[in-house]
């Protein structure tokens, strides 16, 4: 099967994203209406195992899923690049042309989701001017303040989701919901902190994140039909 063609199986299967042919995992389910796109922090990659355990719950939804890493190795390895925020804007621009581009998922609507320094690239790369459009954002532990030049342009359904235990982040986040002009909710779940490694808090993300998406997803594509 030629690389970035649909299949009927839900397995990711491996693409890259042009210009730098970055390398990243589209899974289908064979009914899907919508894709994530999604933007790790902190020099994560498409492998991060949080973000794939996000990825499998959405997929289970019905939901596209596409992981793919928005940085080389050369910039991961030299840091910089992970705090660089409008370059991870740019590249996952890039990722939302290429599915606007490819026959598999043009027609899909398409969501963000952020982790870290990715939320703020997802909600900067939501606001850029001509940019093609992300029909809701859904940010764990991001740092949305990052972005705050661009927050009040930002149009997407947006859900921060923040631990209860990660109080600097918290405040930031509230701070950021704040200066945000779209539909939005901040959710805190209790007892967890940063990472979300307590029993049960990577579960709750995954359901508030899959109920986020599947309503605003299908929304979204009920009113891009004639």
């Known amino acids: 099967m030629a690389?970035?063609?649909?299949?009927d199986a839900e397995s990711p299967h491996a693409v890259r994203i042009p210009p730098l042919g970055l390398e990243g995992m589209l899974a289908l389910p064979a009914?899907?209406?919508?894709?994530?796109a999604f933007a790790h922090g902190s020099g994560s990659s498409r492998a991060s195992?949080?973000?794939?355990?996000v990825a499998e719950a959405l997929q289970q939804r019905g939901l596209g899923t596409l992981l793919f890493d928005l940085l080389s190795e050369e910039e991961a390895a030299a840091r910089e690049p992970v705090f660089d925020i409008p370059l991870l804007a740019?590249?996952?621009?890039?990722?939302?042309?290429?599915?606007?581009?490819?026959e598999a998922t043009s027609r899909l609507s398409v969501g963000y989701f952020g982790a870290s320094t990715g939320a703020a690239a997802a909600l900067l790369a939501a606001a850029a001017p001509g940019?093609?459009?992300?029909?809701?954002?859904?940010?764990?532990g991001g740092r949305p303040d990052l972005a705050q030049p661009v927050l009040a342009r930002v149009r997407a359904p947006t859900l921060l989701i923040v631990g209860g235990r990660d109080p600097l982040v918290l405040?930031?986040?509230?701070?950021?919901?704040a200066e945000l002009r779209c539909e939005k909710r901040l959710a805190i779940v209790p007892g967890a902190t940063h990472l979300f490694e307590e029993a049960g808090?990577?579960?709750?993300?995954?359901?508030?994140?899959?109920a986020w998406f599947a309503a605003h997803l299908a929304a979204a594509k009920e009113e891009s039909q004639p």
Not at 3 to 7: V, Y
Not at 171 to 177: F, I, K, P, V
């Open 3 to 7: 690389r970035g063609a649909r299949s």
């Open 31 to 36: 009914a899907a209406a919508a894709v994530v």
């Open 49 to 53: 195992p949080r973000n794939v355990r």
């Open 171 to 177: 405040e930031l986040n509230r701070a950021a919901l």
């Open 90 to 102: 740019r590249r996952l621009l890039h990722a939302r042309r290429w599915l606007a581009g490819n």
């Open 201 to 210: 808090a990577l579960d709750e993300v995954m359901a508030l994140a899959g």
């Open 131 to 140: 940019a093609a459009p992300v029909d809701a954002i859904v940010s764990r």
